[in-house]
T-cell receptor
Framework: DTAVSQTPKYLVTQMGNDKSIKCEQN?????MYWYKQDSKKFLKIMFS???????INETVPNRFSPKSPDKAHLNLHINSLELGDSAVYFC???????????????????FGPGTRLTVL | GEDVEQSLFLSVREGDSSVINCTYT??????LYWYKQEPGAGLQLLTY?????DMKQDQRLTVLLNKKDKHLSLRIADTQTGDSAIYFC????????????FGTGTQLKVEL
């Protein structure tokens, strides 16, 4: 099936640990994203990569380090986990990246199923 | 600013129409979107509208955009129990690197 997949679906860990969440898309897209959804369901972008290059970094603590080994993968590594990191993390991908030209293309983002991270 | 606001909760009877509202503050929005999130699932794009349009219809869904008031709405005709979910509006802006700014989400509950 063509899709955006994430592993693991659930992740329970202790404060202070280091963990990674993996994301893969087989849609042939150039751009990938990480979003965080908090306990109140508020969704906010964290990072965006285009062709393995970091494009957006939205004031995320440097304990969070995205890594894109290739265009189809964008992994999220989190060091020294804190209670406030508990959330659902969504990966997404889209075909092209908006460079801000006059004709901005419509560019649907496809979301993965999410990873629920619980820090105890 | 990038504030996108929605009412938190909406309850309707099956078969009625639902109207979910969204207000945004940034007038440079290029596209506006409606996403649906079912419990324990990811986000599913329902529909979108380009900022130079004021209405878009897609089967049971009607999107209205009032740029002057920065108001977006989603009308679901003949609402079914399967429409129960959280609905998010979102905006993207030219040169924003495709960043989606999401609204606060509206929980739609459809009662029999």
């Amino acid at each position: 099936d063509t899709a955006v997949s994430q592993t693991p679906k659930y992740l329970v860990t202790q404060m202070g640990n280091d963990k990674s969440i993996k994301c893969e898309q087989n849609l042939g897209h150039d751009t990938m994203y990480w979003y965080k959804q908090d306990s109140k369901k508020f969704l906010k972008i964290m990072f965006s990569y285009n062709n393995k290059e970091l494009i957006i970094n939205e004031t995320v603590p440097n304990r969070f380090s995205p890594k894109s080994p290739d265009k189809a993968h964008l992994n999220l590594h989190i060091n020294s986990l804190e209670l406030g990191d508990s959330a659902v993390y969504f990966c997404a991908s889209s075909q092209v990246w908006d460079r801000g030209g006059r004709d901005t293309p419509y560019n649907e983002q496809f979301f993965g199923p999410g990873t629920r991270l619980t820090v105890l | 600013g990038e504030d996108v606001e929605q009412s938190l909760f909406l309850s309707v009877r099956e078969g009625d129409s639902s109207v979910i509202n969204c207000t945004y503050t940034d007038s440079s929005s290029t596209y506006l979107y409606w996403y649906k999130q079912e419990p324990g699932a990811g986000l599913q794009l329902l529909t979108y509208i380009f900022s130079n349009m004021d209405m878009k219809q897609d089967q049971r869904l009607t999107v209205l955009l009032n740029k002057k008031d920065k108001h977006l709405s989603l009308r679901i005709a003949d609402t079914q129990t399967g429409d129960s979910a959280i609905y998010f509006c979102a905006e993207s802006m030219r040169g924003g690197g495709n960043k989606l700014t999401f609204g606060t989400g509206t929980q739609l509950k459809v009662e029999l």
